[in-house]
């Protein structure tokens, strides 16, 4: 459970913070227990809640304040004993704020906790499309003896959901070839420098989207802490026009932001990821209201 912490971000009335007074829902799921190279994302929702206390909570580029939507932070414990346990609870959890008509925002974490919640969207959604923002296509059927390993999470999507769209990756191994949809994929190296590759991403999706954030989909240069990062991913501006393109085309069902590994001697990547955040709710507040 998170605990240091009482909320994500600073806001000027506590009212907000209530649950009933919430229209969005902080969901941290501390769990790192299939990550296989750096460890320490179960410090990532800690983190990202910790760096939210130093943004401003008036959004100059899109000239809004989403706080006022009031924004909770769940103090949940889950079951984290094994990747099946933990992909039921937060499942079940997930099912419990949409079944209340909240708008649930989920924060790891390693990427098998987006397992459950992306269950649960499709189980309300049944044309619900996966938006993957990824180095790695996390496309094998199991890892590492756990069909839940973080190495496995979109596969696990496809198995549920009507398509996965996956943009930014640059990663692949072989046993993940005949999983991989052409049209669905947008690789780091194809779209580098190039901007029509959004609108055609934007057209594979279907009317339902649940967008799913591995912070490792960005390039290193802008966020080094994470558990397996690559060079040659995605840029602050681009991602954020990106994803106002779906916010403001498609119904945002969820989102999550995962994979955040703290470094003791830096805030950058906690900051980008708490920013990352808010700016999504801000986008969906704005846009997809």
């Not at 998170?2 to 909320?7: F, G, N, Q, V």
């Not at 403001?248 to 990547?269: H, I, M, W, Y």
Request: glycine fraction near 6%; proline fraction near 5%.
């Amino acid at each position: 459970m998170i605990k240091t912490m009482p909320h994500f971000l600073d806001m000027d009335d506590e009212r907000l913070y209530e649950l009933d007074n919430a229209r969005y829902v902080i969901m941290g799921v501390p769990y790192d227990g299939t990550s296989t190279f750096v460890k320490g994302a179960d410090k990532g929702p800690q983190a990202i809640l910790d760096a939210s206390d130093s943004l401003e909570l008036y959004d100059v580029q899109y000239q809004h304040e989403a706080w006022l939507a009031g924004i909770h932070t769940d103090r949940h414990d889950y079951d984290l004993r094994t990747p099946e346990t933990m992909v039921k609870s937060v499942h079940d959890r997930m099912r419990h704020f949409m079944d209340m008509g909240k708008r649930p925002v989920l924060v790891g974490g390693e990427h098998s906790v987006s397992v459950g919640a992306i269950r649960a969207m499709a189980e309300t959604y049944p044309d619900l499309t996966v938006l993957q923002i990824d180095a790695h296509a996390d496309l094998r059927d199991s890892y590492h003896d756990s069909p839940y390993n973080h190495a496995c999470v979109m596969r696990r999507a496809q198995d549920c959901a009507a398509r996965v769209v996956q943009v930014g990756i640059r990663n692949v191994c072989t046993d993940e070839m005949h999983n991989i949809v052409p049209e669905n994929i947008f690789y780091a190296h194809l779209i580098h420098n190039q901007e029509n590759w959004m609108d055609k991403a934007v057209e594979r999706l279907t009317d339902n989207v649940y967008i799913t954030v591995d912070l490792d989909g960005f390039d290193p240069s802008i966020l080094p802490a994470t558990g397996t990062p690559l060079p040659g991913g995605l840029q602050w501006y681009p991602t954020l026009s990106f994803l106002e393109k779906v916010f403001r085309s498609k119904n945002v069902t969820g989102f999550d932001v995962v994979e955040l590994c703290p470094q003791a001697d830096s805030k950058v990547s906690d900051v980008l990821a708490a920013t990352l955040v808010y700016k999504m709710i801000t986008m969906w507040e704005k846009f997809n209201d």
